[in-house]
């Protein structure tokens, strides 16, 4: 039912659409905290559903499929972003399985043993031995007594800090969440991303790596010249260890406006690459902004549900 569905909304040529997903982690297991986040079952259970209804390409073949106006019908992309180390371990041999290629959108700063500052916060709240936090000092207002003894009440917590801190400048961002971390008396884990000999091992088993900054900033927020090094070092780093120019780019966070702006585009213009993405949601046009394509992923468990709005998101086009 949906194949056919799909050929009608997306046909091959001229009125083309393509259907770029994003993912950021494939769990080996759920997660008790965040039961939403995709796991190994379920998105085996995807690609399953993704084989069979559309025709996956790499992103960048569909980009440049897509501006000659010579995309297949039900066109579509798989993306994950930032460089976590399941991407490796438990998305790739998936991928591989279902014969299915995707693009790993990596911030490069957090290889080899880094880790994001919203994975700081949650693993902070997530290990902390205490049931009661008082972050007032460093959050204020609302923050005195943050409760984190149960699943949903840490993931309650999580959200309302990440939410408080997400906006700050890198700097004070990286120090917030260090003194939470320390006042949660939490031991962090230090193999969350992708080491750099993990990048390059995707790379060599047919998947396709784009940058995502080097620390994932909100560029909306940083002046010219930071947001052309942030972006520049991430290309210069892959180009490096992958012996391979890299084409492609994520914003991180990725919503115009709140997250890029048009001077990001146009430093990504600048900079060489031949496409980026957003997370805004829709699917791309011939005549989309092949700087600002959209992506989405839909959240449904159920097949039929997860195709309606599969088929919603082409409507958006």
């Not at 559903?49 to 559309?54: D, G, H, V």
């Not at 438990?90 to 043993?113: S, Y």
């Not at 090094?229 to 406006?257: C, H, M």
Request: aromatic share 8%; proline share 6%.
């Amino acid at each position: 039912m949906y194949k056919n569905l799909f050929k009608l909304l997306s046909p091959a040529g001229k009125k083309a659409r393509l259907s770029i997903l994003i993912f950021h982690r494939v769990l080996p297991v759920p997660d008790p905290i965040f039961p939403a986040e995709v796991d190994a079952a379920r998105f085996e259970t995807m690609c399953q559903w993704l084989r069979t209804w559309y025709n996956v390409l790499p992103l960048d073949e569909a980009v440049s499929r897509l501006k000659s106006q010579a995309l297949p019908e039900r066109a579509c992309a798989i993306t994950f972003d930032d460089g976590y180390a399941d991407n490796h371990n438990v998305a790739l041999p998936i991928l591989k399985r279902h014969g299915l290629p995707a693009t790993f959108f990596i911030a490069t700063g957090f290889l080899d043993g880094g880790r994001m500052w919203n994975d700081t916060v949650i693993e902070s709240v997530r290990n902390s031995p205490l049931a009661v936090l008082d972050l007032s000092e460093l959050l204020g207002p609302g923050f005195e007594s943050v409760r984190v003894a149960t699943s949903t009440e840490k993931a309650a917590a999580v959200e309302a800090i990440i939410n408080r801190i997400k906006y700050q400048p890198v700097a004070e961002r990286v120090s917030l969440v260090n003194q939470i971390a320390a006042q949660a008396r939490a031991e962090l884990p230090a193999d969350l991303m992708m080491t750099s000999a993990q990048v390059l091992a995707m790379h060599r088993a047919g998947m396709q790596i784009g940058a995502h900054t080097v620390s994932h900033p909100i560029l909306a927020r940083l002046q010219a010249q930071e947001a052309r090094a942030e972006i520049a070092e991430s290309k210069r780093f892959l180009e490096a260890l992958l012996d391979q120019r890299v084409s492609l780019f994520a914003y991180p966070n990725g919503k115009p406006t709140a997250d890029y702006s048009t001077e990001s585009v146009a430093i990504a213009r600048d900079l060489g690459f031949d496409a980026a993405v957003s997370t805004e949601w829709g699917a791309a046009r011939s005549e989309t902004d092949l700087f600002q394509i959209p992506r989405f992923t839909p959240w449904d468990r159920a097949k039929l549900r997860f195709g309606a709005r599969m088929a919603a998101n082409l409507l958006r086009a």
